[in-house]
């Protein structure tokens, strides 16, 4: 019977039974762990800072995902969605190998909120595939994951989700002794090399933190060719085929356009190098009701991108600019020149490099108070000036820059904690943005902008002998500024959630958000006239978006995007076994998406943003088991899995939902000694958007492997191998725009030391 199942069926009946045999026998045998057995217990009891109230992951009422301690060290990638792929529930969303986007449950862009230190990152990595987050995870103390809606505790923006990237760079406490970190690594597949330190530091009342990194890496080898010519082909014929009639009226002029020929690679993938370093420096006073800290840091990150994700990009410049000099005056013309346009003729753009830089600084205090309503208050400020460069090199060994993209501004948050009154507590807070974007250059499809927010939230908790009862409330006032074409919105979102307690090892939560996300600032402005915040009416003015390859255009007058997310979760916590599963539905009201309407200019379609109702449904699950525990040697075996499918109400499925995966992990502890064997296996994709080729499914093994040497009383010595794509499998990931141009890493190797003291 179960063969005749689809294979996503499959997957939920798999999960859901492994992890109830899984638990049936937990409670059999409950023998302490040793110190190199207690990973998973102790992410149960991490503190979550993302959390409203400060608990533990075992407490919240919500899904989080904790990464930290050595299970962050075997992650420390370039993407933030390569290194987070492997939690329940989480997928990469890559654009080409520098580029990883995490998606949160089918849902990534501006539906996921990227978090440092509980405040935003204010880049522009959510406006593009193409574009990069702004921040670098060497270096960081952990990561925490909130899988589902968390608007009410971080805005619109969050609405699929919260990754807050915890990185200690203001001390909140004063070290008992300096403690110093240094590591070097090599990866074989792409020569990377990367050196990375750390101090942290402490005298009387003052702490002191400083930290850098460097990261140099050549081109990715991959085990067959970089594009799928077939599925480009493929992919071609299903755009045109949707154009209908009104493409008819063309076949002629296309039947004599001859094809670009697409410069494809073996065995590699050409401009996949990337260059990247960064550090920061960070000061604290701390006493016993507080501390007030200030930190500064740097992030420069250049990266090529795949041949074929900008292919139509580039513009014969000399016949775009060609008797318009008359009409120009001699600064437009300065600006001309700084962007190369007219100097290269119509040749055509060989490859895209893209140069980000970042300069951040940061401020966070917190004090506690002896008395009154409020027990405590925590603030939070950062100011960021981020800025990158689309390089475009020519055959001719040109180069100018295509696009400038910038973005200056702040993000500030108030939490305050009040005192307990009876079993009632709560937390209420303020959160301020503002921040001012531009693009200039050919691909400014998106007008200059100024983006503000201001949040006011809520929460208040009912703790119980066996039961807890947490209620949310948010309002919020979003506005963005073009000019003529403003937008000014606003929304409330209300949660509520209940956990019960069912012994001091297992409990079951039940909770429901309804939250709002305003449309973005590309979603309602992108190609749209700055005068009449209409489309343009002459075509000429439409800016492509080459990442995309789409001429987009926003639509002013898109209503609020409205989640009603239901889920129910169980978790279990004994002595030899650990383990979660989780069910949500996500109703989504004016979901808004890129449609591809068959209409096109100059060759390239056109997209139009618009709205529909859709549905997220799906199911997460993790099981750990300690097989064998001694002092000496410990044995665990991890299953985790996950799902989710996402139609439209009207019918159709909604684009680049990922694969389905499921996956094991066989763990081995010594005393100064750890081995990790992971396998997971990925489903096709069948449940394909409207414009969606099908993806392939595929098997991934991987092997983490350390060994470490005591170095006098407080020194370690830590030599450790990380191996990925064992099998050198040929992958590419359904949630990707570059799944044709790009697969994932072939095998790579990487060896590394790491000296702490």
């Known amino acids: 019977m179960i063969q005749h199942l689809s294979s996503r069926n499959r997957i939920v009946i798999t999960l859901t039974l492994l992890l109830i045999s899984g638990l049936s026998f937990g409670d059999k045998d409950e023998r302490s762990?040793?110190?190199?057995?207690?990973?998973?217990?102790?992410?149960?009891?991490?503190i979550v800072v993302s959390a409203p109230f400060g608990r533990t992951v075992a407490e919240s009422t919500q899904p989080i995902s904790v990464i930290g301690?050595?299970?962050?060290?075997?992650?420390?990638?370039?993407?933030?969605?390569?290194?987070?792929?492997?939690?329940?529930?989480?997928?990469?969303?890559?654009?080409?190998?520098?580029?990883?986007?995490?998606?949160?449950?089918?849902?990534?862009?501006?539906?996921?909120?990227?978090?440092?230190?509980?405040?935003?990152?204010?880049?522009?990595?959510?406006?593009?595939?193409?574009?990069?987050?702004?921040?670098?995870?060497s270096l960081a103390n952990k990561i925490e994951i909130i899988r589902g809606p968390a608007s009410l505790l971080y805005g619109g923006g969050a609405i699929g989700g919260v990754i807050n990237v915890i990185d200690g760079r203001i001390p909140e406490s004063i070290p008992d002794k300096p403690a110093l970190m240094i590591e070097q690594t090599y990866n074989d597949n792409n020569s990377e090399d990367r050196t990375a330190f750390r101090l942290d530091a402490g005298s009387g009342n003052f702490a002191f933190h400083l930290e850098g990194f460097r990261r140099r890496s050549g081109d990715v080898d991959i085990p067959g060719f970089a594009i799928d010519e077939l599925a480009v082909e493929a992919q071609e014929e299903l755009l045109h085929d949707h154009e209908g009639e009104e493409h008819d009226d063309h076949d002629e002029e296309h039947g004599d356009h001859e094809e670009e020929e697409l410069p494809n690679t073996k065995s590699f993938i050409a401009n996949s190098?990337?260059?990247?370093?960064?550090?920061?420096?960070?000061?604290?006073?701390?006493?016993?009701?507080?501390?007030?800290?200030?930190?500064?840091?740097?992030?420069?990150?250049?990266?090529?991108?795949p041949p074929g994700s900008h292919s139509h990009a580039h513009h014969e410049h000399g016949e775009e600019h060609e008797g318009e000099e008359e009409h120009e005056d001699e600064e437009e013309h300065e600006d001309e020149d700084e962007h190369g346009h007219g100097d290269h003729g119509g040749?055509?753009?060989?490859?895209?490099?893209?140069?980000?830089?970042?300069?951040?600084?940061?401020?966070?205090?917190?004090?506690?108070?002896?008395?009154?309503?409020?027990?405590?208050?925590?603030?939070?400020?950062?100011?960021?000036?981020?800025?990158?460069?689309?390089?475009?090199?020519?055959?001719?060994?040109?180069?100018?820059?295509?696009?400038?993209?910038?973005?200056?501004?702040?993000?500030?948050?108030?939490?305050?904690?009040?005192?307990?009154?009876?079993?009632?507590?709560?937390?209420?807070?303020?959160?301020?943005?503002?921040s001012e974007f531009?693009?200039?250059?050919?691909?400014?499809?998106?007008?200059?902008?100024?983006?503000?927010?201001?949040?006011?939230?809520?929460?208040?908790?009912?703790?119980?002998?066996?039961?807890?009862?947490?209620?949310g409330l948010r309002y919020d006032s979003n506005e963005i500024e073009t000019g003529a074409c403003d937008s000014d919105e606003s929304e409330l979102s209300i949660s509520g959630s209940y956990l019960y307690k069912i012994n001091e090892s297992s409990n079951v939560s039940v909770g429901i958000i309804r939250a709002g996300r305003t449309p973005s600032v590309e979603e309602a402005f992108?190609?749209?006239?700055?005068?009449?915040?209409?489309?343009?009416?002459?075509?000429?003015?439409?800016?492509?978006?080459?990442?995309?390859?789409?001429?987009?255009?926003?639509?002013?007058?898109?209503?609020?995007?409205?989640?009603?997310n239901f889920e129910i979760g169980y978790r279990h916590n004994t002595g030899r076994l650990t383990g979660e599963v989780s069910a949500y539905l996500n109703d989504i009201e004016d979901y808004i998406f890129l449609d591809i309407t068959g209409e096109e200019f100059e060759e390239q379609l056109i997209g139009e943003f618009t709205a529909r109702d859709a549905e997220f449904r799906g199911i997460e699950a993790r099981l750990n088991i300690a097989l064998y525990e001694s002092e000496a040697f410990n044995t665990e075996l991890s299953f985790f899995g996950d799902t989710v499918d996402a139609?439209?109400?009207?019918?159709?499925?909604?684009?680049?939902?990922?694969?389905?995966?499921?996956?094991?992990?066989?763990?081995?502890y010594g005393n100064n000694w750890t081995i990790h064997l992971t396998a997971t296996k990925v489903y096709e994709q069948e449940d394909n958007g409207e414009l969606e080729l099908e993806t392939e499914g595929y098997e991934l093994v991987s092997i983490y492997a350390d060994y470490h040497w005591?170095?006098?009383?407080?020194?370690?010595?830590?030599?450790?191998?990380?191996?990925?794509?064992?099998?050198?499998?040929?992958?590419?990931?359904?949630?990707?725009?570059?799944?044709?141009?790009?697969?994932?890493?072939?095998?790579?190797?990487?060896?590394?030391?790491?000296?702490?003291?």
């Open 347 to 434: 040749e055509e753009v060989e490859f895209i490099r893209l140069d980000m830089e970042k300069t951040r600084y940061d401020l966070r205090a917190g004090l506690d108070f002896d008395s009154g309503f409020f027990k405590s208050i925590r603030a939070s400020f950062a100011q960021t000036d981020y800025e990158h460069d689309e390089v475009e090199y020519f055959e001719d060994g040109g180069q100018v820059i295509g696009t400038t993209y910038s973005s200056e501004g702040y993000e500030g948050r108030i939490e305050l904690p009040r005192r307990s009154a009876g079993n009632w507590s709560g937390v209420y807070g303020l959160q301020m943005s503002d």
């Open 647 to 668: 139609e439209f109400d009207q019918g159709g499925n909604v684009p680049r939902i990922p694969s389905s995966k499921v996956g094991t992990e066989l763990e081995f």
């Open 69 to 137: 301690g050595e299970a962050l060290n075997e992650e420390i990638v370039n993407t933030l969605g390569e290194a987070l792929k492997g939690e329940i529930g989480i997928n990469n969303a890559s654009f080409g190998t520098a580029v990883g986007h995490p998606v949160i449950r089918g849902q990534t862009g501006n539906r996921i909120t990227v978090l440092q230190n509980n405040v935003g990152t204010l880049d522009v990595s959510n406006q593009s595939p193409d574009h990069v987050e702004g921040v670098d995870l």
């Open 710 to 757: 005591d170095m006098g009383q407080t020194g370690e010595l830590k030599i450790f191998f990380v191996g990925n794509n064992l099998l050198d499998e040929e992958f590419r990931d359904h949630t990707s725009l570059l799944k044709s141009y790009a697969p994932g890493a072939g095998r790579s190797l990487k060896v590394g030391l790491r000296y702490t003291y």
């Open 438 to 471: 531009s693009a200039v250059g050919e691909e400014a499809f998106i007008a200059e902008s100024d983006i503000r927010n201001i949040g006011l939230f809520m929460f208040e908790r009912y703790e119980g002998e066996n039961f807890d009862f947490e209620l």
């Open 526 to 564: 992108a190609n749209v006239n700055n005068s009449t915040c209409a489309r343009s009416a002459d075509p000429e003015d439409l800016v492509l978006h080459a990442a995309t390859n789409l001429i987009e255009i926003g639509n002013p007058n898109l209503d609020t995007e409205t989640s009603t």
């Open 33 to 46: 762990s040793s110190a190199h057995r207690d990973t998973h217990t102790n992410v149960l009891e991490e």
């Open 273 to 305: 190098d990337t260059e990247s370093d960064g550090g920061s420096v960070g000061f604290s006073f701390v006493n016993d009701r507080g501390f007030i800290g200030f930190s500064a840091s740097r992030l420069n990150n250049e990266y090529g991108l």
